[in-house]
């Protein structure tokens, strides 16, 4: 086990209910047996991801602070994908995020057999999102409202995207298009995003011209969409595998790699990013795409019923905002 989940166990102990079995604990809270339970804690085997942050939202653990005390000279397991010297600067750490998955693309680009492969759950991890206006003002304005304890609501339409951001999410657009891409993502893809749109148009954030431009770049998102999806190619001819998994779930991650190399970048509380590089992480959240993988339909070049159904799905959603 790493020290640092090692110190995670430890801090769970700590916050444990004396008169509850820490076992018993986590095995209610993961909802996994007590023997994998056991196993989890004595390190004979790993902590899922998605384990991991459960388990530290429910104790009211800081990864941070354990990943900054247990990391040493080199570089550590996990990175949270942020200047911790400039908290306060959010537009930074939201370019430092860009930064780094540009730096992630051009990595794996390096080798040969470059491969992305994504789950998603929302728009943010497709190569089309950042082409449209109000999607990069959307995943700003997110942003800044995860990050920020004293964001104060405004108009959408008094958003301006700064010019860096505008400039950095086109060069991740044209590095992402020539690299083969996996995508996993759930059934009603566009649920989420459906949820957010109108809690901000309760808020009155949010206009009815906002959302109706919101709306046609997303039916504009999905024609191009399709469109890749008959060929199994986008216009640059990279390759891209799109499944739609039958089992649900929460977890955006996004796994770089080469016939050399692999990294993953996941978001874990919020639109907080954090880099695994250790193999231990990696070789589990492979584990888990391969098992949603067999879970799953591809809609890409075959699969047509399943593709119109899943595309129409997408549209009724967009229809109903």
């Known amino acids: 086990m790493s020290n640092w989940l090692q110190e995670l166990v430890n801090a769970i102990k700590k916050q444990n209910s004396e008169n509850v079995n820490l076992a018993d604990s986590v095995k209610e809270i993961l909802s996994i047996s007590k023997e994998t339970a056991y196993r989890r804690i004595k390190g004979e085997s790993e902590f899922t991801l998605d384990e991991i942050a459960k388990l530290a939202q429910v104790f009211n653990i800081s990864l941070d602070s354990l990943i900054k005390e247990k990391s040493s000279d080199t570089s550590p397991d996990v990175t949270r994908v942020f200047n911790s010297n400039k908290k306060d600067d959010f537009i930074d750490n939201h370019c430092l995020s860009l930064e780094k998955m540009i730096s992630c693309v051009k990595g794996i680009k390096e080798g040969t057999n470059p491969v992305i492969f994504s789950t998603s759950t929302t728009l943010l991890t497709h190569p089309y999102a950042y082409e449209y206006e109000y999607m990069t003002k959307f995943r700003l304005y997110r942003f800044l409202y995860s990050q920020s304890e004293s964001f104060e609501y405004k108009k959408f339409s008094d958003i301006v995207v700064p010019n860096k951001i505008i400039e950095l999410e086109q060069i991740l657009y044209n590095e992402l298009l020539p690299v083969n891409i996996?995508?996993?993502?759930?059934?009603?893809?566009?649920?989420?995003?459906?949820?957010?749109?109108?809690?901000?148009?309760?808020?009155?954030?949010?206009?009815?011209?906002?959302?109706?431009?919101?709306?046609?770049e997303q039916y504009s998102f999905f024609d191009k969409l399709n469109n890749d999806l008959m060929s199994g190619k986008n216009t640059q001819g990279a390759f891209i595998k799109f499944f739609v998994s039958d089992i649900s779930f929460a977890s955006n991650c996004i796994y770089f790699s080469n016939d050399s190399y692999d990294t993953m970048i996941m978001p874990l509380f919020g639109n907080k990013l954090y880099s695994f590089?250790?193999?231990?992480?990696?070789?589990?959240?492979?584990?888990?795409?391969n098992n949603l993988i067999k879970s799953s339909i591809l809609i890409s070049l075959s699969g047509e019923k399943q593709r119109l159904e899943f595309i129409l799905k997408q549209k009724e959603i967009i229809s109903s905002y």
């Open 182 to 216: 996996n995508i996993i993502c759930v059934k009603d893809y566009l649920h989420a995003y459906k949820l957010n749109i109108k809690h901000l148009y309760d808020l009155e954030i949010l206009s009815n011209e906002d959302v109706e431009i919101m709306k046609e």
């Open 277 to 289: 590089n250790d193999k231990n992480s990696i070789n589990n959240m492979k584990k888990w795409l």
